[in-house]
């Protein structure tokens, strides 16, 4: 079983909205610090926003006013609300611990902002 599946990609215009999903299969979920990830074509992969097991949350400043990182614990689940999204945003989004761990990338999820 996957331990985390990413959900909720696509292809938006510019200024508009995507909501990305991530499930966590293991119930220990709700300990974590989780952080949503990005990387575009000929980049580094970025952390772009985080979220401590308190609620506690960060932005890199990239998408700070833009970007909700928010988490539901009883459905083990991480959500990016993405709003006024750039053709810069343009990258497959991913989930994972923070800091990342190598057991928890998955395919992640792309999002192409179109101008």
């Known amino acids: 079983q996957v331990p985390l599946a990413e959900s909720g990609g696509g292809l938006v215009q510019a200024g508009g909205s995507l909501r990305l999903s991530c499930a966590a299969s293991e119930s220990i979920f709700s300990l974590y610090n989780m952080g949503w990830y990005r990387q575009a074509p000929g980049k580094q992969r970025e952390l772009v926003a985080s979220?401590?097991?308190?609620?506690?949350?960060n932005y890199a400043d990239s998408v700070k006013g833009r970007f909700t990182i928010s988490r539901d614990n009883m459905k083990n689940t991480v959500y990016l609300q993405m709003n006024s999204l750039k053709s810069e945003d343009t990258a497959v989004y991913s989930c994972?611990?923070?800091?990342?761990?190598?057991?928890?990338w998955g395919q992640g999820t792309q999002v192409t902002v179109s101008t």
């Open positions: 979220i401590t097991s308190g609620g506690s949350t």
């Open positions: 994972n611990r923070v800091p990342s761990s190598g057991r928890y």
